[in-house]
């Protein structure tokens, strides 16, 4: 089973700091802050306009990405945590 | 007897978490929260755009989908408790 | 002695729970509660864009609709009351 | 002397609910609250597009309207006591 | 030297009461509350739209203009005290 | 070293009241408040509309201008103080 | 690794007071205050319009830039502090 976000919402899936520091990177201000990255599980088809435009997003599946530390809503999927949030909630994208 | 949403509402019959998990899939963070999945029971005819133009909804009857916590206004039909909420209230499609 | 509502408004006289339940349906949360079901008496030309467009509203006069409890505002035409409030306020139809 | 409103304002005088029951009609809820009907004395050329181009009003001078209880600001000219509104504060035109 | 407003801003000087029922007509709802009349000093180019389209303003230099008690910011030019506001918070003309 | 605003913003000098009063004119309501007089020492390239299109200002390097007392961000260059606003802040162009 | 930045956001690095002084100028209202300027870091594409263009943005890469106080999102990438916010913050460019 699986969410498919609707329009320019995104699923994303919370990574651990030091799992992505492994690959080199990101360390939280304060190691007990909880992480702001996470990895892209599933996009919506697009932002629609105000005239029902649909603007396709710029984040895709896998992306990983960087995002506040209070965006989002919580939702559990067998047995795992997402977020659920906008693509406008993303500030950019982790590359390697 | 039943309800005919305006514009880009939507009827929605929560559905317990049990029933979904069944299913196979979503539990919910804490088992005293209330379930966020809901089943479609009718949409609206599409959302208006500001000139008049009906913009149809991706959300369609029979659909299980995710929304907030305290998205929707509660209304009982025949005995029944329903939500109706806006289709930006609804954040994915939740599929098998 | 009537009352044409201005624009995207509409005039709307509450009915009591039980008349709509005898025809077969809604019944509110908790039976304390004001009723959220009325009957449209008169409905505004239309809504006005912002270009000084009329925009026809899709409830008319008959209608029987749901709408939030605070919705509108009271005012009493020869000993009835009835709310005003904007088509927008309206959930949806209720129809037999 | 007169005011002569600009844009989609315009000028009500209140009138005592007394007077328009005489005609037969509106009563407000309670006896001690202000009537909420007024004449319309003069109205604006009309609402300024974001564009500049304007759009007539569609009340005009003479109607008898409804407005909620704590609309508009008061003014006095030559001793008569006055409101000054937008068009889009009128619920509606009473008609006899 | 004078203040010229920048786009839809206007310069007004207070009018007493007085001055202005000499010439016939309002006084304020009590005698102690600060005159809510002005006579315009000068006025902007005109509203700018989104586009960078310059509206040209309804209301002009010498205009004996109504406006509300707490409209407009005080400035002091040459020991004469000015209010600068938009016109849109300029109710109407008071017409002799 | 200068600082070049970006878009609508402008850089502004405060301007001693008693230099401008010297020219002639400005006092402001209580000798104790901050004077709201100041010079504008650089603009930015032009107001940027929603589609991108830069909207140049009415506003040039040199200007005495009149501003609220609250308005803009203080910023210290070079050991002077300025004010960073947005035109949209300045309510006129004092001319001598 | 890097953060490549969504739409209009920027990466900033903030630099030190000191360091932009020794190139002669810019120094904090009080030395206990953070510095408020920063070196661009990255770019995003630009900002998208509702419409779904996308406008290019005028600060780029290694541009000297002063910001408020409070901008911005705090987030550290290989153990150096940076911070993500949008140009719309940015108040101008610093220029030698």
Do not use: C, N
Request: glycine share 12%; aromatic share 4%; charged share 35%.
């Amino acid at each position: 089973m699986k969410l498919r976000p609707l329009y320019d919402r995104i699923l994303v899936e919370r990574v651990e700091s030091e799992e992505v520091t492994k690959g080199g990177i990101i360390l939280p201000e304060t190691a007990k802050e909880k992480p702001q990255q996470g990895k892209i599980i599933a996009v919506g088809e697009g932002r629609r306009t105000d005239e029902g435009k649909i603007i396709p997003l710029k984040v895709k599946e896998g992306d990983l990405v960087l995002f506040g530390k209070y965006t989002g809503s919580e939702v559990k999927i067998e047995g795992i945590d997402y977020l659920v949030m906008k693509e406008d909630d993303i500030m950019g994208i982790i590359e390697p």
